[in-house]
């Protein structure tokens, strides 16, 4: 899922991947609509003098609230701050720790309190806490800042990360094996006879169970600069189609330097894709990306990717394919970071070594889509994705040059089931456009998903 920022009253942003982990700063801009009347404290002001470094002026206007709104979250998140602010620690953890208490997910109290432990001389639990942030995944000016702060505790939190997750899905697929929903075809080359199709070649609807798991671990080598690797599996099993059931186990290594508002990741992939319990398709390639924070709200990106693709069965060497493509990408946070919207663009090739029916090809494509957190536990998405893809040489069979029109809709939610769990149902359109016909075809997909993630 893609990884949401929002600002804080310090002076970095920091991230939230689930819907429950709403942010002090935003409930303490929701409160100080209804609290700043007369005979409330004035959040709003409050907050202001703590980002002007002027928190004991901030301190010493909220204390007198404190018996009547103590419990608020919003109140209790800039109280703690305030005296933070102020090298008032102790006094901070006891604001801070009732704010954590009604919103146990408030990415923003929880980076404080780190900060108090810390100023306590608490370090392993400051180490702790900051830990837990970090595993969040957060952009590169937010992770930058984490670390300062981890490397501060000395509680050795900086060693291996290993992260984790499992899911478990059904479905129900109106083309499992994304084939022509056409009975029969024409063919040019042998003046166009027609031919009948096997049911193996038209497209079949048919239900599914799904499931998937992974890992992943980041270690430091020293300065900005870690290692990461990350190995993902997934099966899908269809309830009758049983020769069109595939599995899919993803492999990464490479190195991550992440500074004040960059990150650039490189590394090596490997994947095999099988079909019906055999291995359908090997690949191996390096990917290179830099992302660039801009602002607290947007981070923009650079991107490449090469891959070797070859089929183990020797009578589907033919199809064999090396691919390579660069891309552009921009992420932007809307509405108080209640939204994110992102989009890339790319254009790339695939060379066919050994001789593809249709030649190389030329491709480029477009991604974009919106997540959006709709409730405390509720998060919506709708992701969309177009490619277009040009052949260099006629086809023999259809006398043409193939091309290509992919669109794929995917819009679903993510609903936050306690701690780690998420339940996701989801509806996914594929609708690929060919002047050949046997390559066009359309599906739907409709599926629902557990996960439970480990930290």
Known sequence: MPVLRFPGVFSAPFSWRVPRLLPGVLLALACTGVMGGEGAPDLGHSRELIALGR????????????????GDPGYDYLLGLAALESGAPGRATLALERALAVNPGDVAARFAMARAYLALGERAQAGAALQELLDLNPPPPDRAVILNELRGTGSGALGLRLTG??????????NVNTST?????????????VFRLAPLNIATADDYLAAGAGAALEYPLGGALRLYASADARGRLDASATEFNTSSID????????????????????????????????????????????????????????????????????????????????????????????GSLYAGGEAAPHGRADGARALGGFRSGVVARLGDEVEGFVHLGLQWGGYSQNNAAFLTRRNDALTDVSLGLNLALGDRWTLRPQLLWVNSMSNIVIDGYERWDLSLTLRREFR
């Open 165 to 174: 997750y499992a899911e478990l899905g059904i479905g129900r697929d109106t």
């Open 181 to 193: 929903s056409e009975s029969s075809i024409s063919v040019p080359a042998l003046v166009d006879t």
């Open 55 to 70: 928190a004991q002026a901030a301190l010493s206007a909220l204390e007198p609230f404190e018996f009547q709104f103590a």
């Open 251 to 342: 492999a990464r290594l490479g190195l991550l330097r992440t500074t004040e508002r960059d990150q650039v990741r490189a590394g090596l992939l490997a994947a095999q894709f099988g079909l019906a319990g055999s291995a359908n398709r090997n690949s191996l390639g390096a990917t290179l990306e830099w992302r660039h924070a801009l602002n607290a709200d947007t981070e923009r990106s650079v991107f490449g990717q090469m891959t070797v693709n070859r089929f183990p069965d020797r009578t589907l060497r033919p199809n064999d394919f090396d691919q390579a493509y660069v891309g552009v990408g921009l992420h932007r946070l809307l509405g108080g970071a209640r939204a994110l919207v992102y």
